[in-house]
């Protein structure tokens, strides 16, 4: 069931991707492969921290949802006008999925509960970091607008958490993903924030978001 | 022999880096840097998803390319009205090259087929993606105008299938190379195209390649 | 005593993540990201090459270093204007501890002394790479005003030549990070420069540096 999951997961990264590609106007191979790297490239970062052969690479399966991703983008595109809401949709769902697996592996490697979140963070938001790095544009992560890392920290900690205790079982794992998704959705719908990096002063540097008031992605 | 060929292929590609650091007004390190990763980034990449310690950190000499390619830019960068088609060409040439080897050395790891293909991919088009993402430039491989990855394809599939018939030995090997290199060029020259990521629909946003019709690179 | 100055690097490079993060107009926990890959970067992609799970996921500890830079920076913001000169001040401490046990560890793996120096020179390049790469700006690292990698080499270079003469112990490695750290400073004061990629010929191209004389960072 766990694969089932996986799969589902990088199907939702995988349609954010590719749907980047479309924006940017990319090419079909580029959508596979930016909706690939964006589906498959948090937990590729993670195995290799763990030190092993990225799962990703064992099986030919892992590489169905990106085409299948991109396959779709093309086909529904004139739908265009609500996609980026979709894409946020999406986006959460698979992050809900990831940051629950990744804490939940590297805990399996008897990993320190610390480590074991953060790389479930990192399983959850490194696809999308790097979907915005390869495309040129500054990461969606770093938007003072979005919280998009808290949810994936709750769901990191409440896996880690659920295992300490011995609560963890299949059933409460697929809460977990539904309850980071649930926030994920909150935070974006009533623009929750948290304080910059600069405690009393910003000025802003070309390239950087521009401050002029709040604004609700959602 | 293989060796003598992976080194081509790093000098190719390194050239292709270098000339980019001068584009960008880098200086000589930063030429032997970025010549270094586009050169040697596909397969350092490709040995960390074969959960080996990377080939090229094993002996000095696979550094020598990278010095020897700044040095040449360094050195003939009067010549630089023809760079731009020279730079395609050795890009191609690499190419051709890395895929073959890529895929093959993945075989030999017992990876699948569709993955080995995926891994030649990664290992030809991984050093010049990283060499533009560490340039701060919306990556070559997404242009919609030009199909880079699909020689890399074929030349990946061209060495799983002869594998499996058992039909790959050096000679093929680099049969395959020198057929990937033609593909690039006629690509190259008859401006080949694949469709778009969006089906029915492209607006374009800043920072996207314009669309004002057909443009040869070659 | 290794395991403290680690950690003050750590430190050191965070600080100047977190400015980055703070100038970029990024949030906490994008400050302390960003301070964390700044700070740890080097040393995951150097253990990722050794072929060992990297030290940093190992115990929690290191993640203290970029909580502490990203508070102290959230924190002492209103003193801004010091800051461009306090960044380089810190990134050098860091950069002179990290080439010496960069080099160090990869000597103590049995790599030859060439691959040693320049995994070292990522120990202390990667992070600030990985810093600008992901944060969108063309890397600080090719600056062809600013020698940064110059310095590294030469703490690589001392740390190799010390070790296979077996002149090496930590008093030994603090006086080439010392050493390493009043180069790079001197570097800035003096405005030291190397050529640049292109021999006889520069274009500037948009994204490019401007050329218009020295301009001194310190």
Same mark, same amino acid.
């Given at each position: 069931?766990?694969? &089932? ?13 590719? *749907? ?23 937990? &590729? ?18 590489? /169905?949802?990106?085409? *299948? ?19 946020? &949709?999406?986006?959460?769902?698979? *992050? ?7 804490? /939940? ?39 003072? $607008? ?14 880690? &958490? ?21 926030? $994920? ?34």
């Amino acid at each position: 069931m766990l694969i &089932v999951i996986e799969l589902l997961g990088i199907f939702f990264f995988a349609v954010a991707g590719s *749907l980047m590609a479309a924006r940017r106007g990319f090419d079909m191979l580029g959508s596979v492969f930016l909706g690939g790297v964006t589906g498959l490239g948090g937990g &590729v970062v993670r195995d290799l921290i763990l030190n092993e052969s990225p799962a990703t690479f064992g099986h030919p399966i892992y590489f /169905l949802p990106p085409v *299948l991703a991109a396959l779709l983008v093309y086909g529904f595109t004139p739908a265009i006008q609500k996609l980026h809401r979709l894409v946020l &949709v999406f986006d959460a769902a698979g *992050l809900g999925l990831f940051c629950m697996t990744g804490t /939940l592996k590297a805990l399996q490697h008897d990993f320190n509960p610390v480590t074991a979140v953060l790389l479930g963070m990192i399983t959850g938001v490194g696809g999308g970091l790097m979907r915005d790095v390869i495309s040129n544009v500054t990461p969606d992560l770093f938007n003072p $607008r979005d919280i998009y890392a808290i949810p994936a920290m709750i769901g990191g900690i409440l896996t880690a &958490v659920c295992w300490n205790f011995g609560l963890f079982n299949p059933l409460v794992g697929v809460g977990i993903a539904a309850l980071t998704f649930a926030t $994920r959705l909150a935070s974006l719908k009533f623009g929750w924030r948290i304080p910059l990096a600069a405690g009393h002063w910003h000025r802003p540097t070309p390239g950087s978001p521009p401050e002029n008031g709040p604004q609700r992605h959602f």
